[in-house]
């Protein structure tokens, strides 16, 4: 089942880089998030997307704005992947799929005929109440933290 805006973010708790349980629920009242899904760390594509949401970090920070990624990767290799790149995001470890369950990400896809299950890279806006405002399928890297960056400048005016 695909989320849309509009309706409660599935709540959460799963371990960021450095092992510490992050909540959805941490974030109330508080802060936007901007989750955002990716298949594996260290790769082109993922590359591309975390360094650019890290360019923009104090951007997004000024809107009172937390950007987090997510994927299947252990911990350790998020932390290597934040090292290499100096990477300012918080990356989430869903190491067992459940998050990528809840949030629709965990769909089969095809590459050169050949069809398998991974992640679709996708992305949330969730606002302080805890509520989806945006969804987004089939994310391409490039551009794309601009974009989300936009949408959430909206929010606040």
């Known amino acids: 089942m695909l989320l ?7 709540d959460f708790t799963v371990p960021n880089q450095d ?15 901007v989750l955002y899904f990716y298949p594996k ?15 923009l970090a104090d951007e997004f920070a000024r809107y009172d704005t937390v950007v987090l990624g997510v994927s299947k990767d252990p911990c350790d290799m998020h932390r290597a992947f934040i090292t290499k790149y100096g990477l300012k995001v918080d990356l989430l470890a869903d190491t067992d799929g459940s998050l990528c369950e809840k949030y629709g990400v965990w ?4 590459k050169a005929g050949v069809k398998k ?8 806006i969730i606002d302080k109440d805890g509520n989806i405002v945006y969804a987004e399928y089939g994310v391409k890297p490039e551009g ?10 909206a929010m606040a005016s």
């Not at 092992?19 to 802060?31: A, H």
């Not at 760390?41 to 360019?55: H, L, M």
């Not at 769909?107 to 095809?110: L, R, T």
């Not at 299950?117 to 949330?124: A, E, K, L, N």
Request: charged fraction near 30%; proline fraction near 7%.
């Open 41 to 55: 760390d260290d790769t082109p594509g993922c590359t591309i997307e975390a360094n650019e949401f890290t360019r």
């Open 144 to 153: 794309h933290a601009q974009a989300m960056l936009e949408k959430i400048k």
């Open 107 to 110: 769909q089969e896809k095809e």
């Open 19 to 33: 092992g510490e349980p992050v909540n959805l629920t941490d974030f109330r009242g508080k802060k936007n998030v």
């Open 117 to 124: 299950m991974g992640i679709v890279r996708s992305t949330f």
């Open 4 to 10: 849309q805006a509009n309706q409660p973010a599935p």
